[in-house]
């Protein structure tokens, strides 16, 4: 799988992080979250964002999804073709842009209670226009089906396990066929067993389908299944651990 250390690989990123930075402001005084940031990720990688909790980790997803502002520093991604600065969009423009390039997956999972899986899926797919009705209730059961939920499809996000959720979450994520998914600790809450079955899922997304994943997790055992890993120390990127 090529990464940006590949010499033979000559594409641009697809992700480019520039001198990112993110200050906080507390009653305690500002808070540097991010110090200056610089990172590239290609198409086509598996990246790990490893680090202890409170190393700056979520923020910089943050940054990377523009759902948060930067303090200073640039985030530029190519995921539909051309580069796009997305901190200098409006925001309207933004959340369309999101929906159709980025897929997220939170720790959490975030599905609708009130809606069953497959309404949960064709959300996103409704909001972007990007599929007629039926077209979009076909796609939810093909991603349903990748994720092994499709008997599932009907019923309410309270009737399935935790495993469950975050399949379907991924499945979520993937509903307008997205160039790049964002995970922010997608396996911290799910048992051993449970966590491993969602990260070979990731990695058949990257070898199968040839997704551009970034996901962030505390857990260091991980570090050898990413294509690049690379780990946050107090807000920067530790330059020793070879990325």
Known sequence: M???????????PVIELRGVVK???TAAGDFTALNGIDLQVDEGEFLGILGK???????????????????????????????????????DDLALWRGRTLGIVYQSFQLLSMLTLIENITLPMDLCGSFKTRESRTRAIE???????????????????????????????????????????????LDSTTADVVFQLFERLV???????????????????FSRHVTLVDGELDRHDGS
């Open 2 to 12: 090529p990464t940006q250390s590949d010499p033979g690989h000559a594409s641009r």
């Open 23 to 25: 200050v906080y402001s």
């Open 53 to 91: 909790s409170g190393a700056g980790k979520s923020t910089l997803l943050n940054m990377l999804t523009g759902v948060d502002d930067l303090t200073g520093g640039e985030v530029i991604v190519r995921g539909n073709g051309r580069p796009v600065s997305i901190h200098s969009m409006k925001e």
């Open 143 to 189: 991603l349903l089906r990748l994720v092994e939920l499709e008997e599932h499809a009907d019923k309410l996000p309270t009737h399935i396990s935790g495993g469950q959720h975050q399949r379907a979450a991924i499945a979520r994520a993937l509903a307008n066929d997205p160039p790049i998914l964002v995970a922010d600790e997608p396996t911290g809450s």
């Open 207 to 225: 070898t199968e389908q040839g997704k551009t994943i970034v996901m962030v997790t505390h857990d260091g055992s991980l570090a050898g299944r």
